[in-house]
């Protein structure tokens, strides 16, 4: 089982549409999650970060956790074409160290 | 602030060469990673440090691999010998504190390709 899964997609979603992310982790102990996004050729940039369970909003964002069934997700609200990259999930692990899935391709089609 | 800074950018070189990566990150974090990303494995954590001293190197493939910190201010990842396996692209980021509760920022990446 590996340590955080993604649907490597991609997921296509028109243009004002919800898109829908999500992410599962193995280690009961895991902490803090996080959600980066990575446009082609660049390097992660950190969008959203969660550290308890329910819902965390930031302007078109949310991310929602649930430690219980050790899953995270994001939505994305109103989605734009800008907003097309692959979005990574990560976890921590044995206090300093992040884990990260493979990533999630989203489409944003006008 | 410049961010965190990686040289070089791209690196092409031949198989049994010596290949170092440098790293400065941004002034005042004390901690600073060391990633690979590739298509087969994703992003993958090597080594980390905190306050110039590794910390956790357990992520490191081989002996091939090293990273120092001399200072607070530059990092060096050396891959000797290389092979074209390790193409990929390699990240630093630094962060204010431990992964836990504090954002990491990343450089640009050094893309290596051994041929």
């Known amino acids: 089982q590996k340590e955080v899964e993604q649907n490597s997609g991609p997921l296509s979603v028109p243009e004002g549409a919800i898109a829908s992310l999500n992410c599962t982790y193995s280690?009961?102990?895991?902490?803090?999650f996080f959600w980066y996004r990575q446009y082609s050729g660049k390097s992660p940039e950190l969008i959203m970060s969660?550290?308890?369970?329910g819902d965390k909003e930031d302007g078109r964002f949310t991310a929602q956790l649930n430690k219980a069934s050790q899953y995270v997700s994001l939505l994305i609200r109103d989605s734009q074409p800008s907003d097309s990259a692959t979005y990574l999930c990560a976890v921590t692990q044995k206090g300093n160290k992040l884990v990260f899935g493979a990533g999630t391709i989203l489409r944003v089609k006008s | 602030d410049a961010g965190v800074i990686q040289s070089p950018r791209h690196e092409v070189t031949e198989m049994g060469q010596e290949v170092t990566l440098r790293c400065k990150p941004i002034?005042?974090?004390?901690?600073l990673f060391w990633y690979r990303q590739t298509m087969m494995r994703g992003l993958e954590l090597l080594i980390y440090f905190n306050n110039n001293v590794p910390i956790d190197d357990s992520g490191m493939p081989e002996d091939r691999f090293s990273a120092k910190m001399p200072n607070a201010s530059f990092s060096t990842l050396k891959i000797q010998p290389s092979e074209p396996r390790d193409s990929a692209v390699y990240f630093c980021?630094?962060?204010?504190?431990?992964?836990?509760?504090?954002?990491?920022?990343f450089g640009p990446g050094t893309r290596l390709t051994v041929t």
């Open positions: 969660i550290y308890s369970n």
């Open positions: 980021a630094s962060s204010l504190g431990g992964a836990g509760g504090y954002e990491q920022y």
């Open positions: 002034s005042g974090h004390d901690y």
């Open positions: 280690d009961r102990g895991s902490q803090s």
